[in-house]
């Protein structure tokens, strides 16, 4: 994983040295350390839609297409486990016609692990009448932990700084006087685009493995007694 680190200064009015009241004159330095990175997601939900429809006068049931997908989805390597029904099945869309004529649809949820999985599954899906697939969802199980991570390295990140410029003068770092950290969510990205949709005429695959990787920002504002 590569982490890229910003340095920002935070001077007080009277400039890198400042004296403030609630330490009763001590003089100290304060700076704030910003860190960066972005990892690859492996929480990858997936909206699995299946639709009976009709091609030639010859009506495609649900059945059938409930049964070549998971035919699909256990040739691609894919637990079943890890399927949800998303709904019952029962689900109607008459589109004006009689009931009797009237399409049922299907909806599973799936989660997968990343971008080759991804690959894999839509891959086995080609021969399948699927109507649609589309990501729903995109995380990462241990977003927590790298969050935490980054706020440690945040946080080195602003003694270091502070320990450069007293360097330069002759001074040295003591303790921390005050550390302040900020709650920063992950940098919303754009879903992937994956979408494979049924046509009118035989099945049309308009996917397109574009994942975009989480970017995570950690910023910590310190105070450091001087020596």
């Known amino acids: 994983m590569r982490y890229t680190f910003i340095l920002v200064f935070l001077f007080t009015c009277s400039g890198v040295f400042a004296q403030h009241e609630a330490f009763e004159g001590e003089p100290f330095i304060e700076v704030t350390g910003i860190a960066e990175t972005e990892i690859e997601p492996d929480e990858i939900t997936l909206l699995i839609r299946l639709k009976e429809f009709e091609e030639n006068r010859s009506k495609t049931d649900l059945e059938k297409l409930d049964k070549d997908f998971l035919a699909a989805l256990k040739k691609s390597g894919i637990e079943k486990k890890r399927l949800l029904l998303a709904d019952a099945g029962s689900k109607l869309d008459k589109l004006g016609k009689r009931d009797k004529d009237a399409f049922r649809e299907k909806s599973y949820e799936l989660m997968l692990t990343g971008a080759a999985e991804v690959d894999k599954l839509l891959t086995a899906l080609q021969p399948v009448a699927v109507d649609l697939v589309t990501i729903t969802r995109v995380h990462h199980s241990q977003l927590e932990k790298h969050k935490l991570d980054l706020k440690l390295k945040a946080l080195q990140v602003a003694r270091s700084k502070a320990e450069l410029?007293?360097?330069?003068?002759?001074?040295?770092?003591?303790?921390?006087?005050?550390?302040?950290?900020?709650?920063?969510?992950?940098?919303?990205?754009?879903?992937?685009?994956?979408?494979?949709?049924?046509?009118?005429?035989?099945?049309?695959?308009?996917?397109?493995?574009?994942?975009?990787?989480?970017?995570?920002?950690?910023?910590?504002?310190?105070?450091?007694?001087?020596?």
Do not use: T, Y
């Open 165 to 227: 410029l007293l360097k330069a003068i002759g001074n040295e770092v003591g303790k921390p006087l005050m550390i302040r950290e900020w709650d920063n969510e992950p940098i919303p990205m754009a879903k992937a685009n994956v979408m494979m949709r049924q046509e009118s005429v035989g099945f049309a695959d308009e996917a397109s493995m574009e994942f975009k990787k989480i970017r995570l920002r950690a910023q910590v504002h310190a105070q450091f007694e001087i020596k």
